[in-house]
């Protein structure tokens, strides 16, 4: 199990962004010109344009994901290895469920189609054949995050096991950390856990990472063990944590308040599941 929760980053609050936009409509519907404080140069103003028209959503993880992902895989595990195979995930691992974030922006331009490499000849194709048995991700330039028409912001993994619900991952871009979206891919786990009966979710997560924990504590996971010298890079011991009973009355009242807190402070997120 793998975690990135917050980290040096400024709160935001989504309801900010209902207010600049009645703001604006008042301003542009004014007879009179805008205050002092108010006026924006060009490029001011077209980064008020971009922030008006952001949305977010959640929705399953896509192919045309994968580089996206690997960058957010990147900031939160910069000494993970090796990277995790999404593709694969994705294409064959009939147990995973993969869930992202992404945040639209309606005025970004838009985002080129990448076509598969040809692989010439004998040995390209020997090649080719022996990256997708492998898993290896093929990732492609991507333009910068405020020009794409959806930038991709967290990420969750589970994979649907007989007896549990294992997460296997959840990361969040380093830029829109402490913005609930952590929180929300929880949210969004435990409800895809719910769909499949699943009444058990198990993951292990570092014992220093002291934001993640807190997290799974507010959710009622417990500490049910310790896998010492689980992390490769630096051979740190997890946690394994454990969340029971998902499906009974009691955590479904609680759960539901944990929602409904978690819309009130950062707003509401389309789902698409």
């Known amino acids: 199990m793998v975690n990135a929760l917050g980290s040096n980053s400024i709160l935001a609050n989504p309801h900010a962004n209902v207010k600049v936009a009645n703001l604006r409509t008042r301003i ?4 009179l010109a805008p205050p002092c404080s108010l006026l924006l140069a060009p490029s001011s103003f077209h980064n008020f344009l971009m922030r008006i028209a952001t949305r977010q959503a959640v929705r399953p993880m896509r192919l045309d994901d994968v580089s996206q992902v690997m960058e957010i895989e990147r900031e939160s595990f910069p000494t993970m290895w090796p990277p995790t195979a999404y593709k694969r995930e994705l294409e064959q691992n009939s147990l995973a469920h993969y869930l992202a974030v992404v945040q639209r922006n309606d005025v970004a331009p838009a985002e080129p189609v990448f076509e598969e490499p040809e692989h010439h000849g004998g040995l390209g194709r020997l090649f080719g054949e022996l990256r997708h048995i ?3 991700e093929e990732e492609h330039e991507l333009p910068p995050p405020d020009e794409r028409p959806e930038l991709v912001t967290g990420v969750v993994g589970i994979w649907m096991l007989a007896d549990d619900a294992h997460i296997v991952t959840i990361a969040v871009r380093e830029s829109h950390r402490r913005r609930g979206i952590a929180e929300l891919l929880l949210i969004r786990g435990i409800e895809l856990t719910q769909s499949k009966s699943q009444a058990l979710v198990t993951l292990e997560c570092r ?6 924990l807190a997290l799974y504590d507010k959710y009622g996971f417990e500490r049910v063990g310790l896998r010492p010298r689980y992390y490769s890079d630096n051979h740190e011991d997890a946690y394994v944590l454990t969340l029971n009973s998902v499906l009974t009355r009691r955590f479904l009242a609680r759960f539901a308040e944990l929602k409904t807190a978690h819309e009130d402070r950062w707003g509401r997120f389309d789902t698409e599941l």
């Open 207 to 212: 014992v220093s990472n002291e934001p993640a």
């Open 134 to 136: 492998l898993g290896s």
């Open 28 to 31: 542009l519907n004014s007879q």
